[in-house]
């Protein structure tokens, strides 16, 4: 289990390389940018990753019942993955510039079909991975093991967006070479992981991949729970702001002369959002909760739009203008954007599953886990909305609009119920004679 320990924490940190060079929201959604002008297009990059990694876990969940060992599904999704981004490595790599505008469709096709492949194994594997690795892991190191993995993969993500910029940066390969090479490097780590997962020794007395069928009553008490239903507006409203993620770097090189090249330095601005702001989230959410750490992801959401909407007023004041030391201040000043939505998705994926254990007795939790996942899965098709409002209105139409809305999440943070910190719990579990029992999980 030693081994199994050094195994998992190696296919983690390398597959959040892997994640960071495929960032849909951002890496790829621009590469499809390059080869439509439809918005909508675009806006469904990011829409099909979250949305088919979510359908994914379906098909999981039903094996989960029949299925003791888990490896041979860990390995067969991370296999589908390496696959499906090693024909975009291939494709890419081989596209001519100079036929580009005849093959744009066909490769547009191409990239949403090893994107859909791409996320259905990544949703499918991820019950399976971290069902191989709660088995294969002795529990009295298991909180070890997270923390290292969690350490190494924040180191490797930084150093993955390092090679995004070196890799698209200026004296990159011309469009599109320089992406297959980026994807190439991306089906490397992926199939390293898939060699680390199948070198996993997997005990013979696996443990299921989910927790029982909830009761059907489950379902009836999801709906009559007015503090789900809270929930429930409040985690809607807040991903419906993931809207403008797609179009903030297309935004910046069509409005603000940003070059194209500089999409590696806001990739590296993103990733450190998600790495430094992370200490700050876990001391928030053990000193106050995670209601309250939902609370900042919607304030810490907000701040995008406003710079977004902020920027080109901003270039155009004289006496700004004449301080900026030059022409690429402004858009580095613009790349605080990034950092944020990346600090807000730290805040937002920690707090989304520890409010909703702390909010649903045991038994029924899956129910209302499930009922949460299938709703934000057609909320993450929000970016196509946010694409034809774009090609309708304008850029600014959906900044106002994405502010509007993050706006009345921060309000509707304030409905959520409260649920009790881990710090007033320790507090409370030291003068009471009998500790209450919490109900956790993993982030």
Avoid at 62 to 70: F, T
Avoid at 99 to 119: E, G, M, N, W, Y
Avoid at 295 to 311: D, H, K, N
Wanted: glycine share 8%; hydrophobic share 55%.
């Amino acid at each position: 289990m030693a081994f199994n320990s050094i195994l998992g924490v190696a296919a983690g940190s390398t597959n959040a390389v892997a994640e960071v060079m495929l960032l849909p929201s951002l890496i790829l959604a621009f590469f499809v940018a390059e080869l439509t002008p439809s918005y909508a297009t675009i806006g469904l990059v990011p829409a099909i990753a979250a949305g088919f990694w979510t359908l994914g876990r379906l098909p999981a969940h039903l094996l989960s019942q029949s299925r003791r060992r888990q490896q041979p599904w860990a390995f067969a999704s991370a296999v589908v993955r390496a696959a499906a981004i090693g024909v975009l490595a291939v494709v890419t790599s081989r596209m001519d510039p100079a036929s580009l505008s005849q093959s744009a469709r066909p490769l547009i096709l191409t990239v949403f079909l090893c994107l859909i492949a791409f996320s259905l194994a990544g949703g499918f594997g991820s019950l399976a991975g971290n069902a191989l690795l709660q088995s294969s892991i002795a529990t009295e190191t298991w909180g070890a093991f997270v923390r290292r993995r969690a350490g190494w993969s924040a180191l490797l993500s930084v150093i993955a967006a390092v090679a995004v910029a070196r890799l698209l940066g200026t004296g990159a390969l011309p469009f599109p070479g320089s992406y297959g090479r980026l994807f190439l490097v991306a089906t490397i780590c992926l199939v390293i992981v898939a060699v680390l997962t199948a070198t996993m020794r997997e005990p013979w007395t696996a443990v299921k991949m989910s927790a029982p069928n909830p009761p059907a009553r489950a379902w009836r008490q999801l709906l009559q729970d007015s503090r789900y239903r809270r929930f429930l507006l409040f985690r809607v409203l807040l991903s419906s702001t993931a809207a403008i993620d797609p179009f903030l770097f297309l935004y910046a090189v069509t409005r603000l002369g940003t070059p194209i090249t500089k999409i590696g330095d806001y990739v590296i601005l993103a990733v450190l959002g998600w790495v430094l702001s992370a200490p700050v989230w876990f001391w928030v959410e053990r000193r106050s909760g995670a209601r309250t750490l939902l609370q900042s992801a919607a304030v810490v959401r907000l701040i995008a739009p406003a710079i977004a909407l902020a920027t080109p007023a901003l270039a155009a004041i004289g006496l700004v203008r004449d301080r900026l030391p030059d022409e690429t201040a402004l858009t580095t000043v613009y790349g605080a954007a990034f950092f944020v939505v990346g600090a807000a998705l730290a805040a937002q994926s920690r707090g989304n599953y520890d409010y909703l254990a702390a909010l649903a007795p045991h038994r029924v939790l899956p129910a209302f886990t499930g009922m949460t996942n299938a709703i934000l899965a057609l909320v993450a098709f929000t970016p196509v909305l946010g694409g034809i409002l774009i090609e309708r209105f304008g850029y600014e139409a959906l900044f106002g609009v994405a502010a509007v809305v993050g706006l009345v999440t921060v309000f509707a943070g304030g409905w959520l119920a409260e649920t009790p910190s881990r710090a007033r719990e320790r507090e409370t579990a030291g003068h009471a004679a009998t500790p209450r029992a919490i109900v956790s999980g993993p982030a």
